[in-house]
């Protein structure tokens, strides 16, 4: 017999503990409890439906309930559930890294399994560093990101993200990481002090700091820039043009690995495979994770210029790395049915051509005095809101705090909308839905964004 709903909310109570949640906010609400998926829909356990405007976790690529992805899993099971990759192989890893790398840029053809994004950027810090000890430059170690860029939870990952609220309590971190500016270009006078400049002058001023920085830590000492195709925190910054041709050309002169934190913008969250793809340039190591299989089991990657595999290859070298659970069998297989299924309904196409009209319906939204810029590519938006839009001036810490948590996350998820609404920059609501989304998607999103943010700016 199920257990009655009420056990289960009050179990959600007393037992589970909550990631990145104030706990405090549902002492007197229930936890929100999703039980079931259909396409981009999902359904809580009272039978009420909303829209995924966020893909789970930026995660559900193919859409929810996909039974061919659970058949996958399960057959999987049967035939070998658990194999690890130390020292072993078993087929669904093979065939899944050979997968990655035709799909890969470049000569990114070595795959290193993990069971997430956090694992895989500490993974390619890991990398950095013994890659660097082993081609002779012991001294480089350091690893450059972006101011609010999130990297994840494990320490090493915690210490480049570039958020100091989710860093403070777990201080000191790995030594060594550095924060530049971000590509933030609606807000390109504040973050550079001058004032006017066009976006690709923007661009080549943000990525030029990466060289600055990389020559006050000192060039002997530096191992790898970290930064995602488009930035997701602070609410989807895209690269102005050229700011990643410039990046290349500065990790080239100063033979520091550029990684590509692709955990959100790989597997078509752009419209492209890889993320860098959308914006023409080839890292040394691409990080990704969540869209990998959907969400329908967990796995991650660190994929590796094969160059950086070069000084593994003889000796007694080792990276001596990994984890019990990386490129799990069940999981590995769920990838390549995953995989299947991007090729068969051509998600990577659908998402190119519905981007201009999921643009344009979130433009639309600028005509509320809420709304001061909306950004992003592919299925990957964000919407900041300001106080005033001529001035662009942000709420102060008070105002965003009733604004975000005191009225529009319940706000829009009552309305049926579950999205994001984040303050970990300026205030900014994201959007990233299954890639099977569209238009009827679309129009649900933009209705259900215009009444909650009309009702916001009155309640302010
Ligand atoms: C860019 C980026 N890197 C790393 C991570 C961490 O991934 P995970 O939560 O799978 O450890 C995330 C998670 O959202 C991310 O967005």
């Given at each position: 017999m199920t257990q009655p709903e009420s056990d289960i909310l009050r179990a959600a109570q007393d037992n589970l503990w909550l990631h990145f949640t104030r706990h405090s906010a549902y002492q007197q609400n229930e936890i929100p409890t999703i039980v079931r998926g259909e396409g981009s829909y999902i359904y809580d356990i009272h039978g009420k439906r909303y829209l995924d405007g966020l893909a789970g976790l930026f995660v559900v690529q193919a859409g929810h309930g996909r039974s061919e992805l659970a058949e996958a899993a399960a057959k999987q099971a049967q035939e070998l559930a658990f194999f690890p990759l130390w020292s072993y192989a078993h087929p669904k890893a093979i065939e899944l890294a050979a997968r990655l790398a035709e799909h890969?840029?470049?000569?990114?053809n070595r795959v290193f399994f993990t069971t997430g994004g956090g694992e895989a950027v500490e993974t390619a810090w890991k990398l950095a560093k013994q890659y660097y000890k082993l081609v002779g430059k012991p001294l480089k170690h350091k690893v450059i990101s972006r101011q609010i860029a999130y990297h994840g939870t494990p320490q090493g990952a915690l210490s480049i993200t570039g958020i100091p609220a989710f860093k403070q309590m777990f201080?000191?971190?790995?030594?060594?990481s550095i924060r530049v500016p971000n590509t933030n270009y609606y807000r390109a006078e504040e973050i550079?002090?001058?004032?006017?400049?066009?976006a690709e002058e923007y661009g080549r001023w943000a990525a030029d700091r990466v060289a600055q920085a990389i020559e006050m830590e000192g060039p002997d000492t530096v191992a790898a820039v970290f930064a995602e195709p488009?930035?997701?925190?602070?609410g989807c910054f895209p690269p102005p043009p050229g700011y990643f041709q410039r990046l290349r050309e500065i990790c080239d002169e100063y033979d520091v690995l550029l990684v590509?934190?692709?955990?959100?913008?790989?597997?078509?969250?752009?419209?492209?495979?890889?993320?860098?793809q959308k914006f023409d340039y080839v890292p040394d190591i691409i990080t990704c994770a969540k869209g990998m299989t959907s969400g329908y089991s967990p796995i991650g990657a660190m994929i590796a210029h094969e160059r950086l595999f070069e000084p593994f290859?003889?000796?007694?070298?080792?990276?001596?790395h990994g984890y019990?659970?990386?490129?799990?069998p069940v999981s590995a297989a769920v990838a390549l049915a995953n995989l299947d299924i991007f090729e068969r309904e051509d998600l990577l196409g659908h998402v190119t051509r519905n981007e201009p009209v999921f643009r344009g319906r979130l433009e639309s939204?600028?005509?509320?005095?809420?709304?001061?810029d909306v950004r992003g590519a592919g299925y990957f938006w964000g919407i900041e809101l300001v106080k005033d839009k001529d001035t662009k001036e942000t709420f102060d810490a008070a105002e965003s705090e009733r604004l975000i948590r005191g009225y529009l996350s319940h706000a829009l998820y009552d309305a049926g909308l579950y999205c994001r609404a984040d303050d970990r920059g300026d205030p900014v609501i994201q959007l990233a839905p299954p890639?099977?989304?569209g238009e009827k998607e679309f129009d649900e999103i933009e209705s259900i964004l215009r009444s909650v943010l009309t009702e916001a700016w009155k309640r302010l």
């Open positions: 890969a840029p470049g000569e990114l201080e000191p971190l790995v030594p060594g550079s002090g001058v004032a006017g400049m066009t488009v930035q997701n925190a602070g590509s934190d692709e955990v959100i913008c790989a597997f078509g969250r752009l419209g492209t495979m890889f993320g860098g290859k003889s000796g007694d070298t080792m990276f001596a019990t659970f990386g490129g799990h939204l600028k005509d509320l005095p809420i709304v001061g890639l099977i989304a």
